[in-house]
Nanobody, 115 residues
Framework: QVQLVESGGGLVQPGGSLRLSCAAS????????MSWYRQAPGKQRELVAA???????NYADSVKGRFTMSRDNTKNMGYLQMNSLKPEDTAVYYC?????????WGQGTQVTVSS
């Protein structure tokens, strides 16, 4: 049974930082690409960042320069470091891993950026 568990969300003020974590279990994490998505109220789910098996990253234009994605295959963990947070970053953030036709999602973690 493959399971992804996100953590690290919470309430922060604009300009603050959060670090999200994604813990994978039940599979060989190093074989998967990993990505972070987010969905804000009234908006479509959007791709925030992705990282390949080899560590190459891509970011949505809206977060480029502020967010950094990383992974630690020895710990079966993925991370999203979020800096200079803005109210428009408020959303539920989801971790996803993919390999060939396989796709697994976490339950999501709430990030709220507000004064």
């Amino acid at each position: 049974q493959v399971q992804l568990v996100e953590s690290g969300g919470g309430l922060v003020q604009p300009g603050g930082s959060l670090r999200l974590s994604c813990a994978a279990s039940g599979t060989i994490f190093s074989l998967y690409t990993m990505s972070w998505y987010r969905q804000a109220p009234g908006k479509q789910r959007e791709l925030v960042a992705a990282i390949s098996r080899g560590g190459n990253t891509n970011y949505a234009d809206s977060v480029k320069g502020r967010f950094t994605m990383s992974r630690d295959n020895t710990k079966n963990m993925g991370y999203l470091q979020m800096n200079s947070l803005k109210p428009e970053d408020t959303a539920v953030y989801y971790c996803k891993i993919t390999r060939t036709t396989l796709e697994y999602w976490g339950q999501g973690t709430q990030v709220t950026v507000s004064s």
